[in-house]
Every structure is written in structure tokens, then in C-alpha cells.
């Protein structure tokens, strides 16, 4: 009797831990980075995850893009080696770029990215559909005066509107204050800021250093900060406010390529092979492993079942499109592009800004971006154009830069891939035999982590 009750203690420890273990995964594949170093992580994202299947089907596609691609001079990447494999590693080395460049040329293009002002002037120059400018200052007594004048909203009938500081763009800022029509306001609080109403809130954030102080490269970062004049614009919603429904996705564009969209931290989009709709999964858990949601049941994606998703809407092929054009305007090898969707305009979407030091969460893409954005600079693939006299690129113009349409680029490059039959995929998983071991894999890592649970070395409820 008593090795029957210990056999069925056993099974019962195996069945909880064989739950706990599936809602786990099911919830989240890392936290691998907690349990396995840094190399074995991301070889298991290059194997397993769908992040790495998209890699190796696209690498074909990413690398003709590249070998194509003109490339702005400011951008160029020299000295990089395949040791540089994180993306902060790429991201430290680009911001030194930058430095020597304000250092020895006085080069300031680095704007773009660090200047708000800049950026949605560069926006509006080149037709870029973005909110609607209300009006720049670079004096917080006029924009306080113009305020209390009521010059700064005369004429706006489109509610609420959005102060932002030019000179702060680390997300760590927050530096957007929302105003209502009701004279309301109300913006993220800061510990570093106490404000007792808009007028303070404006004189603090006047003074307030931009600082990238969460990121490896803060030095770096600042270094370049340092020489933006502080200054604000203030904008309209997207859309006017009217739309019943929006969303904004992260578009990661790589030598004037979109890779995938990214939203709520935890869902993806990749567009599919004619470039017209958009393959929706999940960033973690099963829904992120073995490519599953082009075959697993739907409620393996259901975080990322969206209204965007909707076959043939059309909303993931107007944010690819808008994202690749921004890219190239800048000419820039990679670059993050933010766009807003609204659900009753398909068509209709809108940059919102970019990043070209992002920490916005990559998941299993993570080390696939990093290869299709270092090895064209390692192999030196493509063309540059430029120079230290040429205009910087906040201020250059679409026409300036002398690269084949983005569309005729795209096409041809699917078309040949078509022709030859190709997805653009070496990867095994695409045989029975390969599916079958990383089914095996996944048992054995679900095997061993009831083995921790049960030995008491792992807390099942320990979250990402």
C-alpha cells in the first residue's frame, strides 16, 4: 500500500508538473535567457523559433536588397566582424560612428532620430502622411505666451492635442504632454520632475537633459544629445481623432526591406510572399516556435488575433509600404519604423516616428535582424552614395536619393525567387525528419523542467 500511494504521488507530481510546464510555455519561451547563457539562447531562437525560419526563408531576399541598396555615407558601418552578434552590439557601434562623425565633420544627421522637430520636418518635406504640425518653439516663454494667448491652439477644432519635447526622444522621458479642449492636461510623471501645472511642466522639461540612461549606450547617446537646443511641436491625433479603432505597430526595415511589425510587446506580423497581407503569431510561448501558426490550431495566436489580421484588409500592406518608403527616404540600412492603423481607413496609415536604436523587444528575431543588418557591411554589398558636404539627412529629400523604386526592387526580388522556385528557405524544418526532432526537443525540455519543478531547484511561478 505504501508503494502504491508513493506511485501515486509521483504521477500526480508529474501530471502538475506537466500542466505547469505547458502553461509555461504556452505563456512564455523565455524566459530561456534566465536559464540558458547567452550563446545557447540564441542558438535555440536560431533553430527553433519562427523568428529563425523567417530568417533563413528571407535571408535570399534581404541580401539581393542589400547588393541593390544605396546606401547614405553617414550610415556606413566599417570594422564590424561576425563577433559583433547582439543587436546592442550593432546599435554602440553605429552611435560611435555618429561621435567621430560630429567630432571630425560636424555632421549632425544623428537628428533624424534625436531631434523630433527635425524628424517631422524631414516628414512633411517628403509627404510622409503623418499628425498634423499645430506649431514649433524654440522658446518655452513664447510657447507658454502663446498659450495663454490662445495663439497656439487658434483655429484647432480636433481634440486633444500633443506637446511633445523635440530634444527628448528616449522613451524614458516621457515627454508628451496630452491637452484636452477643456483646458485639461495630463502627461507621465516623471520622479526626476515635479510639476504643479502646464506652464511648470514646460519650464521643467525646458531645462531637462536628454538622457538614455537605460541603455549600454548612454555615453554615446549623449555625447550627441548634448548639441540639440531644447524646443517643442505640438500635434493633432492621428486621423483627425475619428477613427473607431487604431493600433501602432514597430516595423523593423532592413536595407529598405521590411522584416515584420511588432505590437503590444508580444505580437508579430511578417508579410507574406506577394507582400499583400501579413502572417500574424506570437512573439512568446507556442505561438513563437516552429513557424506552428501556419499550422497549429488559431488559439495558439489568440493575444494577436486583431482586426489588422483580417485577410485581405489591407492594413499590414499600407504599414510595409509606408514603413519601406521612410527607409529609404533616409537611406538608411536599418531603421524602426512606428505607424499608426486605423481600423476604418485601410489605407490611410501614418508615420508616427522611428527609431535607429531601438529596444522595443525582438524575441526569437533577434539574432536573424542582426545578421541581414551586419553581414551586408561585412561583405560590403552595397553602393553609397554621399558624402561630409552633402545635405544632412534630416533635410534631404526623397528625389536626392538615387535608388531604384522601392516596388520595382520588391517584385523583381519576390519574382526571381518565384521563378526559381525558392521561398528563400535552407531550413531542415521544413522535413518531416526536422519536425519530428524539434518536437522531440520541445518534449525534452518540457521533461526537464519537471524535473527541476519536482526537485524544488525551479519556481513554476516565476514570470518573464
Known amino acids: 500500500m505504501l508503494q502504491l500511494a508513493v506511485t501515486r504521488r509521483r504521477i500526480s507530481a508529474i501530471v502538475v508538473c506537466s500542466i505547469i510546464a505547458t502553461l509555461m510555455v504556452g505563456h512564455y519561451l523565455p524566459p530561456l535567457d534566465e536559464v540558458l547563457p547567452s550563446w545557447a539562447n540564441r542558438w535555440a531562437s536560431e533553430m527553433f523559433s519562427t523568428g529563425g525560419i523567417v530568417y533563413r526563408e528571407q535571408r535570399t531576399f534581404f541580401e539581393d536588397a542589400a547588393r541593390r541598396y544605396q546606401l547614405h555615407w553617414y550610415w556606413q558601418l566599417k570594422g564590424l566582424t561576425e563577433q559583433h552578434v547582439t543587436f546592442d552590439e550593432l546599435v554602440m557601434k553605429r552611435l560611435q560612428v555618429w561621435v567621430e562623425h560630429l567630432h571630425q565633420f560636424g555632421r549632425d544627421d544623428f537628428k533624424i532620430e534625436k531631434d523630433k522637430c527635425a524628424l517631422i520636418n524631414c516628414f ?229 516616428e522611428i527609431s535607429l536604436s531601438s529596444g522595443y523587444p525582438r524575441w526569437g528575431y533577434d539574432p536573424g535582424l542582426v545578421k541581414l543588418w551586419r553581414d551586408p557591411h561585412i561583405q560590403g554589398l552595397y553602393h553609397t552614395w554621399g558624402n561630409v558636404s552633402s545635405k544632412p539627412i534630416y533635410k534631404q529629400l526623397a528625389a536626392d536619393v538615387p535608388v531604384t523604386p522601392l516596388q520595382e526592387l520588391l517584385l523583381e526580388s519576390e519574382a526571381e525567387g518565384r521563378a526559381s522556385g525558392l521561398r528563400g528557405s535552407s531550413s531542415g524544418l521544413q522535413s518531416p525528419m526536422g519536425w519530428i526532432l524539434c518536437l522531440l526537443l520541445l518534449g525534452g525540455f518540457l521533461v526537464k523542467f519537471c524535473a527541476f519543478a519536482t526537485a524544488g531547484r525551479v519556481d513554476p511561478g516565476k514570470g518573464n
Open 124 to 352: 512633411r518635406m517628403n509627404d510622409i502622411p503623418t499628425s498634423s504640425v499645430l506649431g514649433q518653439w524654440t522658446s518655452n516663454d513664447t510657447l507658454i505666451e502663446d498659450l495663454r494667448s490662445g495663439k497656439a491652439l487658434e483655429g484647432n477644432s480636433v481634440w486633444p492635442v500633443f506637446l511633445k519635447c523635440c530634444h527628448l526622444t528616449a522613451g524614458s522621458a516621457m515627454s508628451v504632454a496630452k491637452l484636452s479642449k477643456d483646458g485639461s492636461w495630463m502627461a507621465p510623471s516623471l520622479d526626476s520632475v515635479q510639476t504643479k501645472g502646464l506652464e511648470a511642466w514646460i519650464n521643467q522639461m525646458w531645462l531637462l537633459k536628454p538622457d538614455d540612461e537605460l541603455r549600454s549606450w548612454r555615453r554615446e547617446h549623449n555625447m550627441l544629445t548634448d548639441t540639440i537646443p531644447p524646443g517643442f511641436i505640438m500635434q493633432t491625433p492621428a486621423f483627425s481623432g475619428k477613427a473607431s479603432a487604431m493600433e501602432e505597430v514597430r516595423i523593423e526595415v532592413i536595407w529598405g526591406r521590411a522584416l515584420n511589425a511588432n505590437w503590444k510587446n508580444v505580437c508579430i506580423a511578417i508579410p507574406t510572399e506577394d507582400r499583400t497581407d501579413a502572417e500574424v503569431h506570437d512573439g512568446v510561448g507556442l505561438g513563437s516556435i516552429f513557424a506552428i501558426h501556419r499550422w497549429g490550431p488559431a488559439s495558439l495566436q489568440s493575444r494577436c488575433t486583431t482586426w489588422m489580421a483580417k485577410p485581405g484588409a489591407g492594413y499590414f500592406a499600407c504599414a510595409f509600404a509606408l514603413a519601406e518608403r521612410t527607409a529609404l527616404t533616409m537611406a538608411a540600412d536599418y531603421v524602426r519604423v512606428d505607424i499608426f492603423i486605423s481600423k476604418d481607413s485601410p489605407k490611410d496609415c501614418m508615420v508616427n
